[in-house]
C-alpha cells in the first residue's frame, strides 16, 4: 500500500526544463539541457544515447547524488507533485532516498561494500528505512528476516546461507541481485536504474532485465532505464527517450521511435544496431565525434555530423514537437514524419 | 588463507638462518679484543687465553657458530663480558621498557592520528586538512631524535619540569617519564598516520560503494564512521603492525639521549664496549621480533580485509 | 591489423621521448605546486651549500678561538660558536656538503645495486636465482635499518665512506624489491616479449626496455630515501659511530651540543633546524616527484 497515491492524471515524475553544469575550474560542461519528460504511474522508460549524453547524470539528479562540482541552472523535478530541488538533505533521506525513490548502478562489484556481510548492509538498509518512517526498531531476527525475503524474491537460491557471505563471494549476476533486493520492494515507487546490465554476462543480462521487470510489474513500481543498449531497450521499455550532448532529441513509445524515429540521431543510432544490418554490408558509423560539453556547436548539437542538415540546424536549437499524439522530436526536417520512416543510408 | 599464512611463515626459516649468519659475521669482524677491553690494565697473557677461549673466540666462525646455536637451544644466548649477567636477563628487562614505550607511543599516535586523519577527510573544506598537512610536515623535519633533543632543552633545561633521564618507577612517575620520549618518537607517526588515513578515507569516499549507502540514505555519521572508515583504515593498521616492531629496534636514539634502558641503548653500549655477546643477542632479538611484527601484521591483514583470504 | 615485432618497437620509441625532455616535464610538473615548487628551492639551497661551502663560508669551519667559546648569535658568527669556539655558521654550511654527499651517495649506491640485482631477478622469475636474490633481500631487510648500519660502522670504523656504505648496504633490498616487482610486470608486456620474439640479447632487452620503464617507482623511493639517508647519518654521527670529528657535520654538532646542553642551548638549536629544513627540502620535492610520475593523480 502506497502512502500519499497521487491523483490518478498526475504522472509521478515530472521533469521540467531540467538544466545542469558541471563546474571543472574553468570549464563548465552542461551535462542537461532543458530536459523535460515524465513518468506515470508503473510504466517503464528508456533512457538511450551514448557516453557522455547525460543519461546517468539524470538518475543522478533525480536522487538528488550529484558530485559537488555540479550545479543546477534551471528546473524542475516534481515527484508526487513535490519539487525535488526544494528537498532539504535531510528530507531527502527521511522520505524519498531509499524508500520512495531507488537506485541501482552499473558496476554491481564496486557498488557493495567489501568489508562488510551482505546481512550487514541489508540490514543497515532496511533498519534506516524503519528509522526514518519513525516506526520502533525492531530485533535482529526480524530484519534478518526480512533481508531474508528480499533475497529470496530477486532469486538468489538459500538467501539466509548467503547472508553471512561478503560481496567478493557473489558473481557479478548474484551481486546486482542483492541490489535489486536492497532497492525494489513493495514500498518503491521509482526505480532509477542505470546501465544495471552493462557490466554483466549476456545470458545474466537476459536474466537480471526480467527480474526488474516481472518485480517492477509486481511492485507497481515505475522505472527509469538508463542503458545505451537499445535492444535491452526495446524488450523492456514501455517509452523511450533519446538523449544527445544533454539534450532530449526524441521521446515517445517504444514502438513509435523505434518503428518511426523522427530524429536523424534516432534514425542513425537505431541502423547502426549490428543486429539490422544486412550480413555482409559494412556496419554504419555515425561519422565525427560526440561534440565536448563545454563547448557545444551552436543551434542543433547534432549539426556538424547530421546528414539532413540545413541553415536553421546551425543557427536555432529546435524545439521538441509533437508529430504524432505522443511522440515528440526536436527537429526542423519537415517530412511526413511520424508515418515516414526517416532512412540514414 | 591458511595455506598463505603457511607458506609465508615457513618462508622466515631460511630468512633467519640468513639473518644469524650476516650477524655472526659481522661480529666476526668487528674490531677490538674482548679480552683487553674487559680485563684493561690488569691483562696478562694467561688471562687472556683463559677469557679468550671462554668465550670460544679462538676458534674459526663455523665452530663458534655452532656453539652459539647450541646455546641459543638452551635459551642460553652467553654471559655479557661486562657485566657478568646472562644476556638473556639483560635482553627481558631491556625489552619490557621499550616495549612499554613503543606500545604507548604507538597508541597515542594511532588514536590522534587517525582521528585528525578522519575529520580531515570528512570535512575537507575546514582548516583541519591544512592542519594535517602541517602536522605531518612536522613528523617529517623532525625525526626522532631531533625532536627528542629539542624537547629536552626546552622542558628540561629551559623550564625544567620533565625528567631528562630514566624511566622511573612507580606507575606515575615512568608515565611523566615517558611523555617526552613517546612525544619525540610519536611527532614523526602522528602525522604519518593522519595523512595515510586522510588520504585512504578521501578516496573511500569517493568509491562505488560508498555512494550506494547514500542512496539508501544511510546517515552520513555512520557513513562516514562505520562504512568508510573501516575501509580507510586498512592501510594504517598494516602500517601499525609494522611500526610496532620497528619501534622495538628503533628507538635507539631516543632510549640514549633519555638514558632509558631499553634494547637499542643495551646494543649501542654492547657497541661501545666490544661486549660481543650482549650485542648478537641484542641484534638477534631485535631482528627476531622486526620479522615475527611482520609476519604477524601480513595475517593479521587477512583478518582486516576478507578478500586477501583468498587470493 | 597485426603489428610486426619491428613495429611495435618502433612504435613505442616514438612514444617515448628522450630522457631530457623527460626530466624537463618532470620538473616542471614538480615546481608547479607550492609544495614541490618549495622542496625544489630548498633543494637548490642545499645543493649551493653544499657545492659552494668554501666561498659561502665566512670562517674556517674547524678554526678554534677558545676566548670565543659558547657565543650566541652575534654580529661576527651570525650563529654563535661551539665549545671550542668554532663558528657555527660556517659549520653548518660544511655540514650540508657531508649531508648532500652522504644523501646523494648512498642512495646512489643502494638504488644501482638493488635495481642491478633486482631487475635480474626478476628477468629470471622462479630460478634459483631469482629465489637467492630474494632470500638475500629479506635477510638483509630482517635487520632494523639502524642497527644493521650501526653494527656495520662498528665492524668497518666509523668514517663518511664507511657511513656511506653501510647506509647503502641496509637500504639497496628495498630498491631490489620494488625493481623485481616492476619487472615481472613489465616482462609481460608486448614490446619486451616482440623484442625477445626478434632474439635479442637478454642484456640489451634489459637495459633497453625493462630498465627505463621501472623507474617511476624507484625515483619515487629515491627522493623519500634521501631524507632518511641523512637523518640515519646525522644520527649515526651523534652516536660517535659516523663521520670522524672534527668534520661537521650535523649529527656531530648536535652530539656536542648535547654534551653541552646545560651551558649552551645554541649549539642544538642551528643544526637540529638545519636537519629539519633538509627534511623538509627532501620531502616535499619526493612529494612533487611523486605525484608528477603517478599518471592518476596528474588529473587531480
Not at chain 1, 574553468?26 to 517503464?44: H, P, T
Not at chain 1, 508526487?80 to 552499473?106: P, T, V
Not at chain 1, 532505464?225 to 517509452?239: I, K, T
Request: charged share 20%.
Amino acid at each position: 500500500m502506497k502512502e500519499n497515491e497521487p491523483l490518478l492524471d498526475e504522472p509521478l515524475l515530472e521533469v521540467s526544463k531540467l538544466t545542469l553544469d558541471y563546474n571543472l575550474g574553468k570549464r563548465k560542461m552542461r551535462a542537461l539541457d532543458r530536459v523535460s519528460f515524465q513518468i506515470e504511474k508503473g510504466e517503464i522508460i528508456g533512457v538511450a544515447g551514448e557516453s557522455g549524453c547525460g543519461k546517468s547524470t539524470l538518475g543522478l539528479a533525480i536522487i538528488k547524488l550529484l558530485p559537488k562540482i555540479a550545479s543546477i541552472r534551471r528546473g524542475e523535478i516534481l515527484f508526487e507533485g513535490q519539487d525535488l530541488l526544494k528537498l532539504s538533505e535531510e528530507q531527502m533521506n527521511k522520505k524519498i532516498r531509499g524508500q520512495k525513490i531507488s537506485m541501482i548502478f552499473q558496476n554491481p562489484q564496486d557498488a557493495l561494500n567489501p568489508v562488510f556481510t551482505i546481512e550487514k548492509q541489508m540490514v543497515d538498509i532496511l533498519k534506516t528505512q524503519r528509522l526514518y518512517k519513525n516506526k520502533r526498531i525492531k530485533s535482529a531476527k526480524f530484519f534478518r528476516d526480512q533481508a531474508i525475503d528480499r533475497l529470496k524474491a530477486t532469486g538468489i537460491a538459500d538467501p539466509a546461507a548467503r547472508l553471512s557471505n561478503y560481496p567478493f563471494e557473489f558473481s557479478g549476476g548474484m551481486k546486482q541481485r542483492v541490489m535489486i533486493g536492497m532497492a525494489l520492494s513493495s514500498g518503491t515507487s521509482l526505480l532509477l536504474a542505470d546501465e544495471a546490465t552493462t557490466a554483466l554476462d549476456v545470458t545474466i543480462e537476459a536474466q537480471i532485465n526480467k527480474l526488474i521487470a516481472d518485480l517492477a510489474k509486481e511492485y507497481k513500481t515505475s522505472v527509469l532505464y538508463v542503458s545505451h543498449n537499445l535492444g535491452v531497450l526495446a524488450e523492456l521499455a514501455d517509452r523511450i527517450m533519446i538523449m544527445y550532448a544533454g539534450r532530449v532529441f526524441e521521446m515517445g513509445t517504444t514502438r513509435d521511435v523505434f518503428d518511426f524515429p523522427s530524429h536523424p540521431y534516432s534514425a542513425a543510432l537505431l541502423e547502426s544496431m549490428p543486429s539490422r544490418q544486412e550480413k555482409g554490408k559494412r556496419l554504419l558509423s555515425i561519422p565525427g565525434f560526440v561534440p565536448p560539453l563545454d563547448n557545444l556547436p551552436s543551434g542543433c548539437s547534432f549539426h556538424p555530423r547530421c546528414k539532413f542538415a540545413e541553415d536553421i540546424c546551425k543557427k536555432e536549437v529546435p524545439p521538441m514537437e509533437e508529430v504524432t499524439p505522443g511522440h515528440f522530436s526536436a527537429c526542423f526536417l519537415d517530412t511526413k514524419r511520424g508515418r515516414k520512416r526517416l532512412q540514414w543510408i | 588463507m591458511l595455506k598463505y599464512s603457511f607458506k609465508r611463515v615457513l618462508w622466515v626459516f631460511p630468512t633467519l638462518i640468513g639473518v644469524l649468519l650476516l650477524l655472526f659475521s659481522l661480529t666476526y669482524f668487528l674490531p677490538g679484543d674482548p679480552a683487553t677491553a674487559i680485563l684493561g690494565p690488569r691483562a696478562t697473557p694467561e688471562l687472556i687465553e683463559e677469557i679468550n677461549s671462554r668465550l670460544h673466540l679462538d676458534r674459526s666462525m663455523p665452530v663458534r657458530l655452532g656453539y652459539y646455536l647450541k646455546g641459543i637451544a638452551q635459551g642460553d644466548l652467553g654471559t655479557s663480558v661486562w657485566s657478568g649477567h646472562s644476556v638473556s636477563s639483560l635482553m627481558a628487562e631491556a625489552l619490557g621498557h621499550t616495549a612499554i614505550l613503543a606500545v604507548t607511543t604507538l597508541a597515542v599516535a594511532a588514536i590522534i592520528g587517525i582521528i585528525l586523519g578522519a575529520f580531515g577527510a570528512i570535512r575537507q573544506d575546514t582548516p583541519i586538512s591544512g592542519i594535517v598537512t602541517i602536522v605531518s610536515l612536522m613528523g617529517v623535519a623532525l625525526p626522532d631524535f631531533v625532536a627528542a633533543l629539542l624537547l629536552m632543552l626546552v622542558f628540561c633545561v629551559t623550564i625544567p619540569i620533565l625528567p631528562a633521564i630514566g624511566a622511573g618507577e612507580g606507575f606515575w612517575d615512568i608515565l611523566v617519564h615517558l611523555i617526552l620520549p613517546a612525544t619525540a618518537l610519536g611527532i614523526g607517526w602522528v602525522g604519518y598516520l593522519a595523512r595515510l588515513t586522510q588520504e585512504s578515507m578521501v578516496d573511500v569516499l569517493e568509491a562505488d560503494y560508498i555512494r550506494t549507502a547514500r542512496a539508501f540514505a544511510i546517515p552520513q555519521k555512520s557513513i562516514a564512521y562505520v562504512y568508510a572508515l573501516k575501509n580507510a583504515i586498512i592501510p594504517t593498521i598494516t602500517v601499525l603492525g609494522l611500526g610496532v616492531g620497528k619501534l622495538l629496534g628503533g628507538a635507539v636514539f631516543v632510549e640514549i639521549i633519555f638514558s632509558r634502558p631499553g634494547l637499542g641503548k643495551l646494543i649501542v653500549d654492547a657497541v661501545y664496549a666490544r661486549d660481543f655477546p650482549v650485542l648478537q643477542g641484542g641484534i638477534l632479538v631485535a631482528t627476531v621480533l622486526f620479522v615475527l611484527a611482520n609476519l604477524v601484521a601480513d595475517i593479521s591483514y587477512g583478518f582486516v580485509n576478507p578478500q586477501i583470504q583468498y587470493d | 591489423m597485426n603489428m610486426t615485432s619491428t613495429d611495435i618497437i618502433q612504435k613505442k620509441r616514438s612514444l617515448t621521448p628522450g630522457w631530457t625532455q623527460n626530466l624537463t616535464i618532470i620538473f616542471k610538473s614538480i615546481a608547479k605546486k607550492k609544495g614541490g615548487l618549495i622542496g625544489c628551492i630548498f633543494i637548490t639551497i642545499m645543493l649551493l651549500c653544499a657545492i659552494a661551502a668554501p666561498w659561502l663560508a665566512p670562517f674556517d669551519p674547524n678554526e678554534q678561538n677558545i676566548v670565543q667559546r659558547f657565543a650566541g648569535p652575534g654580529l661576527t658568527h651570525l650563529l654563535g660558536t661551539d665549545y671550542l669556539g668554532r663558528d657555527t655558521l660556517s659549520r653548518i654550511i660544511y655540514g650540508c656538503r657531508i649531508a648532500v654527499l652522504v644523501a646523494f651517495g648512498a642512495v646512489s649506491l643502494s638504488s644501482i645495486f638493488g635495481v642491478f640485482l633486482g631487475v635480474v631477478a626478476g628477468y629470471n622469475e622462479g630460478k634459483k636465482f631469482d629465489y637467492f636474490i630474494i632470500w638475500l633481500f629479506d635477510i638483509v631487510r630482517s635487520f632494523p635499518q639502524i642497527i644493521l648500519a650501526l653494527a656495520i660502522v662498528a665492524v668497518l670504523g666509523p668514517s663518511l665512506i664507511n657511513v656511506v656504505v653501510a647506509l647503502a648496504f641496509t637500504a639497496f633490498p628495498f630498491y631490489g624489491r620494488i625493481a623485481r616487482a616492476q619487472t615481472l610486470s613489465v616482462k609481460e608486456t608486448d614490446y619486451v616479449k616482440a623484442a625477445k620474439a626478434m632474439g635479442q640479447k637478454p642484456i640489451k632487452i634489459i637495459l633497453k626496455h625493462i630498465t627505463p620503464n621501472i623507474m617511476a617507482p624507484v625515483i619515487v623511493c629515491l627522493g623519500m630515501d634521501m631524507a632518511t639517508m641523512v637523518i640515519w647519518e646525522s644520527g649515526l654521527s651523534f652516536l660517535g659511530l659516523g663521520v670522524r670529528p672534527p668534520t661537521a657535520s650535523w649529527g656531530i654538532m648536535l652530539r656536542n651540543g648535547y654534551k653541552y646542553i646545560q651551558v649552551s642551548p645554541w649549539t642544538i638549536v642551528w643544526p637540529a633546524l638545519a636537519i629539519a629544513f633538509s627534511m623538509i627540502a627532501f620531502s616535499l620535492f619526493s612529494d612533487g616527484l611523486r605525484v608528477a610520475l603517478d599518471p592518476k593523480e596528474r588529473n587531480r
